[in-house]
């Protein structure tokens, strides 16, 4: 991998401070979590646990947004150090994702 890109550890902070994140969302997030990463805000007809589900390291630590591959179900998340700075960044892309700003 380019250097800082990669797979992250199950028990990586970055990864732990995201599923807490997630966990704490409302369902109506939650939907906008999967729609951005995903293209859809449905489960897949077999459910969650039939879908692969990738989550990358995308650099270090930075205000960059979190981005996606729709097409390959992969999140593409910085390596932020602060769970609330983790939290902010991916509200802002979860809550921006849709339209490209067109109507």
Known sequence: HPRGRGRYTRDHP????????????????????????????RSPIKGLGSMTFVISRNGPDSDRLPTAHTCFNHLLLPEYTDKEKLRRCLYTAISNAEGFGLM
């Open 14 to 41: 970055t990864i732990r401070a995201f599923w807490e994140v997630v966990h704490a969302m409302s369902t109506e997030d939650k939907k906008r979590l999967l729609f951005f990463c995903t293209g859809s805000d």
